[in-house]
Structure formats: structure tokens, C-alpha cells
């Protein structure tokens, strides 16, 4: 198996914990120019798919949208935070539809 694009994410566990991130050459750059497209896009989203160093897949999503209530009282999950919810049921209803034209 040749994996030219692995990341690893390790967040912080604890308030003032350092979160880290190991990855290769090529998907550094990557996560580098999906952070920038989510900071400059209309749409405030922007996600990439990589791998963990196990060799599996998993998408990496990025957004600038959320509130200023939702930054106060961050949620714990990502799924609860309004926008990424939204973002999901979009991305659902698309696929649903893709399937039925198919």
C-alpha cells in the first residue's frame, strides 16, 4: 500500500493541553490550502479527505461559520455546532438525490 497523503491529528485533551498535528510533506500542503480556501470562501466551508498513518481514510472539514453564542459556550461535539449541521443535512439531501437519479 503506497499512502502518499497521511495526517494525524492529536487534539488537546485538557485547557492549556497542546493538540498536535504529524503528517507528510504533501498533506501538510494540502491542509495548508484547505485552510485557506475555508478562510477566503463565500460559503465558509471547505474539507479534504486524507489518511491516518494507519492508511485509512477520513475527511478533515473546515469552517469559519459559527456564531458568537456557539464560540461562548463551544460545543463538545463538532455535530452539535450549528453550521456543521446544516452542512450535513445538505450533504445527505444531495446524496439521496444522487442515488435516486441514478
Known amino acids: ?3 502518499k497523503s497521511r495526517l494525524q491529528l492529536y487534539p488537546s485533551k485538557n485547557i492549556k493541553d497542546r493538540a498536535v498535528i504529524v503528517g ?6 494540502e491542509l495548508a ?8 470562501s463565500p ?16 475527511e478533515i472539514l473546515v ?3 459559527i456564531d ?3 464560540w461562548q459556550d463551544m460545543p463538545v461535539e463538532s455535530d452539535n455546532i450549528s453550521s ?3 452542512y450535513d443535512e445538505i450533504r445527505t439531501s444531495l ?8
Open 95 to 102: 446524496n439521496k438525490n444522487k442515488e435516486r437519479a441514478v
Open 24 to 29: 507528510e510533506r504533501a498533506a501538510l500542503r
Open 43 to 58: 460559503s465558509g466551508f471547505q474539507s479534504i479527505t486524507l489518511f491516518k498513518g494507519n492508511g485509512h481514510d477520513y
Open 84 to 86: 456543521i449541521k446544516l
Open 33 to 40: 490550502q484547505t485552510l485557506l480556501k475555508a478562510a477566503d
Open 68 to 70: 458568537e453564542q456557539e
Open 63 to 65: 469552517t469559519k461559520n
Open 1 to 3: 500500500m503506497n499512502i
